[in-house]
């Protein structure tokens, strides 16, 4: 595909909220959360991923999702999503089904980063997910499932395409309308990611095939044009550059919603979000947290032109 027939329009999906938060050190306290979260809505998102319903004692950054939930004040056309890791979090979160839009379930793609993950084999983890997705469906909520290590993992190295492939057809098969592919530890590259995403989206008919990359190493943004070139119209990332994967140490941040959206404004794709609140988000996030981020349009700000 070449440059002139790249898509015109992509959908981002924010998760900083939830992925980013659980991997601080501390917990932000929740009026803080409330507000950052608040300012994504201004900024054009319709797709928020807030909280997770798993144990607080496991990770305790989102022990206040329910608050938040009840706290937060965005536009009404913003679907909020909720993470489950199983068919108990699932029970719990249903409790407050009126608080959210959609339910994640997800999977690794490498049976040891699933082990050292969720603490279950992959066949262990799709079973329940099979059932859970047939469960999130019946309750009239959209199915959306993640398979991290999509790319590769540290500690099995390559991942079979053909395999989470596989596992991305069991989950539309269960009732997933939407499915992520997570660069966990940033071992994607450009030539894999455009070959792995044009496979996907032949796979996938009728299902949002979604991009989901980090910047471990510096690649994160080539590979979400990558995968842009292979017709993708569909990503997550995170304000800040937030986030990476507690399984193992040194796995840094997504990649950073506001260089994202830099880039493929620049590009003229529309993202339908406002960069400059996107900024100021993030900004925002860094004057909570207390140290510098590392995305660089917190630094520069948008590009400007000076005829």
Not at 84 to 101: C, E, I, M, Q, T
Not at 163 to 181: K, P
Request: hydrophobic fraction near 40%; proline fraction near 5%.
């Amino acid at each position: 595909m070449t440059t002139t027939a790249l898509p015109k329009k992509v959908q981002i999906r924010e998760v900083g909220p939830r992925d980013g938060f659980q991997n601080e050190p501390e917990s932000i306290p929740t009026p803080d959360k409330v507000r950052l979260i608040n300012a994504l809505g201004a900024a054009g998102f319709k797709r928020i991923e807030v909280a997770s319903f798993v144990r607080p004692d496991v990770i305790p950054q989102l022990a206040d999702g329910v608050e938040v939930l009840q706290q937060i004040d965005v536009p009404k056309d913003v679907r909020l999503m909720v993470l489950v890791p199983n068919s108990k979090g699932l029970d719990n979160a249903l409790r407050y089904r009126d608080l959210f839009h959609d339910v994640v379930i997800f999977v690794s793609g490498s049976e040891t980063h699933n082990r050292k993950n969720v603490n279950r084999t992959i066949a262990e983890t799709m079973a329940d997910n099979e059932v859970m997705a047939q469960r999130i469906v019946a309750e009239g909520l959209k199915c959306a499932a993640v398979i991290a290590t999509s790319f590769g993992c540290p500690f099995e190295g390559h991942v079979d395409m053909q395999h989470v492939l596989d596992l991305a057809e069991r989950f539309a098969a269960a009732g997933a309308t939407e499915i992520g592919f997570g660069d966990t530890t940033g071992m994607c590259n450009p030539a894999y990611s455009r070959a792995f995403f044009t496979r996907a989206l032949e796979r996938l008919s009728g299902v949002e095939v979604t991009a989901h990359f980090h910047n471990t190493r510096g690649q994160g943004l080539a590979n979400a044009y990558a995968a842009l070139e292979a017709g993708c119209t569909s990503f997550e990332s995170s304000f800040g550059e937030l986030g990476g994967c507690p399984v193992p140490a040194g796995s840094t941040g997504n990649i950073a919603t506001e260089d994202l959206v830099s880039m493929f404004h620049e590009m003229g794709v529309d993202t339908g979000l406002d960069l400059g609140n996107v900024i100021d988000a993030a900004r925002q996030a860094q004057s909570v947290l207390g140290r510098k981020l590392t995305s660089h349009s917190i630094v520069a700000g948008p590009v400007t032109w000076h005829n």
